[in-house]
């Protein structure tokens, strides 16, 4: 992908999320985006799948490395953000390509679903959905996630809640912290958990 049409491409998808929505704050920032793009670019993956695009930031970002013929499946519940997603995709030349199967794939609906219909093995799975099902969409997307790939699992550290003496017990607070237990204990994987905005669990399938 050209550099100069993903940042236009990016550029015009957070203008029209601030413009058009009420959850601005949810939009990757561009360090983040960054690491997402430089994430890509090293581990040149065939097929990702990505649960909650939001306004599809960083779906755009994720596709950066994709390889020839490579694919993303994105997965969003919100149907009244898909003018914005597809608006950005189209921008950055992930749909409608004249002569090309579209390199992006928009899934509307309930992840927990969709993940059990797609068919593809994935080098790269981002999870940014409910925080309360992050457990779930780990064990639903596991099997479909390739020996020496990659889960990355956004807002772990959750405003530094996870990280009190006595943390919060709302659900999203206490389903984060669960996770990330579950991560640290699965030895069917390694993990590290950078620090970058909210903090996003590196998860390594072994």
């Known amino acids: 992908m050209d550099p100069k049409v993903l940042s236009s491409a990016l550029e015009w998808v957070e203008r029209q999320t601030n413009l058009c ?3 601005a704050r949810m939009l990757s920032n561009g360090d983040q985006g960054a690491l997402l793009q430089a994430f890509s670019l090293m581990i ?3 097929h990702i799948l990505e649960l909650g695009a939001f306004t599809g930031y960083s779906t755009i970002c994720l596709s950066r490395g ?3 013929g490579g694919s993303i499946d994105t997965i969003e519940v919100y149907d009244e953000l898909e003018d914005i997603i597809k608006g950005g995709f189209r921008k950055a030349g992930l749909i409608d390509i004249p002569g090309k199967e579209d390199i992006a794939h928009l899934h509307i609906g309930d992840a927990k679903k969709i993940i059990p219909t797609l068919d593809k093995m994935y080098d790269i799975v981002y999870i940014d959905a409910n925080k309360r099902e992050y457990i779930e969409y780990y064990d639903l997307v596991f099997e479909k996630v390739r020996h020496g790939g990659y889960i990355l699992a956004d807002n772990v550290l959750w405003s530094g ?4 003496a006595n943390p919060p017990k709302d659900a999203q607070t206490q389903s984060i912290i669960a996770f990330n237990k579950k991560i640290k204990e699965d030895p069917r994987v ?6 970058i905005r909210d903090g996003i669990n590196v998860i ?3």
Do not use: G, H, S
Not at 161 to 164: C, D, F, I, Q, S
Not at 190 to 195: A, E, Q, R, V
């Open 190 to 195: 390694d993990n590290t958990i950078l620090p």
């Open 66 to 68: 994709l390889q020839e």
């Open 161 to 164: 809640k996870v990280l009190l």
């Open 204 to 206: 390594y399938k072994l």
């Open 44 to 46: 040149k993956p065939m």
């Open 21 to 23: 929505t009420k959850q």
